[in-house]
């Protein structure tokens, strides 16, 4: 699986496991990997797994990224780190211990976002860390839903209602005759009830991808009015010229279901 991975820059107060890093001067982010460059503008927060194990990781052009120790492996022999199948790690934490952390988005048209839990991230997949664009992914619709509408689950995890509440659906890519929140419209289609509801999302998922690629229309951002299928590389191209992502690739011998 190709992957890109999007930058998303901790800004202060960064949490505590990170500030020893911090304190050094350098760059550290979030390094969800995504299928769907082109909905970076519809980024409402980003997720990882509470109790899962990240570490951060030194790149070889001086940038920190948060990420599984998996995946830091990977990027080691795909000349992002410092040197060929080495990787250093500078600090390792569980998911909980980064919660609330906010964070600077490339092209999000939110200003900051802030890192949230979700329980289906898959450490083994990825980076174990995912940009949540609600408005075209059901997972992310569905796991918002489920911190909005449940203060418990918000305690649960010390969410502040701030980093969830405020943020809403945008509208980002129109499927003309389906939607322009696509994710909202498959998620009621298939009766999902909550982030848990595993068979249902995978049918929703599957649903958004085909559409959105086939017939999604840009409405925001520089190709606004263009074909999805058109601009989806391009505008990954652009992001990476700028710096604000990379290109990561996922051995294939190992194929894990997210359904178990
Ligand atoms: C942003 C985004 C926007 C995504 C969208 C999808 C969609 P897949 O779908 O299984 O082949 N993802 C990435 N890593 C993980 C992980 N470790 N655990 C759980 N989910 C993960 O995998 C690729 C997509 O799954 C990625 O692309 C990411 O979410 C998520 F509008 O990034 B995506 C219809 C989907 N739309």
Not at 18 to 41: D, N, S, V
Not at 51 to 71: H, I, K, L
Not at 117 to 135: A, F, H, Q, R
Not at 168 to 178: K, M, N, T
Request: proline residues 6%; contains cysteine; charged residues 25%.
């Amino acid at each position: 699986q190709n992957y890109t991975l999007i930058k998303l820059q901790v800004k202060e107060p960064v949490p505590e496991c990170l500030k020893p890093i911090h304190e050094q001067g350098k760059k550290i982010f979030l390094a969800p990997g995504t299928l769907r460059p082109e909905t970076m503008y519809g980024q409402t927060n980003c997720w990882i797994l509470p109790t899962g194990q990240y570490g951060a990781f030194e790149m070889g052009n001086g940038d920190v990224f948060v990420c599984t120790e998996r995946s830091a492996r990977n990027m080691a022999y795909q000349n992002l780190t410092t040197g060929k199948g080495e990787y250093k790690c500078l600090a390792k934490f569980t998911g909980q211990d980064i919660l609330g952390a906010a964070l600077k988005a490339p092209l999000a048209i939110n200003e900051t976002v802030y890192v949230l839990p979700m329980l289906s991230v898959d450490e083994e997949k990825g980076t174990g860390v995912v940009t949540s664009v609600p408005s075209d992914s059901p997972d992310d619709y569905a796991s918002l839903q489920d911190l909005k509408n449940k203060a418990p689950f918000r305690a649960k995890f010390g969410i502040k209602d701030e980093w969830v509440l405020p943020f809403e659906v945008i509208p980002i890519i129109d499927i003309p005759g389906y939607s322009t929140t696509s994710a909202i419209k498959a998620c009621q289609e298939n009766n999902v009830k909550s982030q848990n509801d595993r068979a249902l999302l995978d049918k929703a998922k599957e649903t958004c991808y085909q559409k959105g690629f086939n017939d999604g229309i840009m409405m925001v951002g520089k190709y606004a009015g263009r074909k999805v299928s058109e601009v989806k590389k391009i505008i990954k191209d652009e992001m990476i010229a700028a710096g604000e992502a990379v290109e990561y690739s996922e051995p294939a011998s190992k194929v894990v279901s997210r359904s178990g």
